[in-house]
């Protein structure tokens, strides 16, 4: 796996990011502390028995940014596209949004063959566009593309045989 920064442009096959990976994770480590620290406030002020969530301090860092990716050669087969917190899915060209321009899905799982969401607003659960509730939705949508995989794998013997 590799993470960029903001994709900036797609000419010629060239992929173009904007050098903000760093800067973009170390935001992510500020909310997660923040929201940690008043979770931890909430325990606190109301004498609840429980530990402390601690301050999470990065194990990694890039150790450089990559600003282009020529896409031919690259063996790239699934883009993880992290939009934020505002979505706009105005670069999207899919049969899939309704008549308010959000996606249409049954948990995170879209009509169009290999286009799936997750992080959304109430995707599945009032956690699915928060840290605490991602994970289980990841899951249900890969679990979802492994039956499917699976399906065509028994499709195609059955057609060989």
Known sequence: MQLYGR???LRDGML????NLAANLDDADDTYNRINASIDAFIEKNGIDAPSGGVYEPVWQPPHERT????????IASVIWC???TPDFGWLDAPVFNGRGYP????GITPVEGLY???????HTWGSGRFSGIARDADYVVQAILARERERAVARTTIAA
Do not use: K, N, Y
């Not at 282009?68 to 063996?75: A, Q």
């Not at 249409?104 to 948990?107: E, G, K, L, Q």
């Open 83 to 85: 939009i934020g917190f």
């Open 68 to 75: 282009t990716l020529e896409l031919e050669g690259s063996g």
């Open 117 to 123: 969401f997750i992080g959304l607003p109430w995707l």
């Open 7 to 9: 994709l900036e442009d």
């Open 16 to 19: 173009r990011f904007a050098p």
């Open 104 to 107: 249409a899905h049954a948990r």
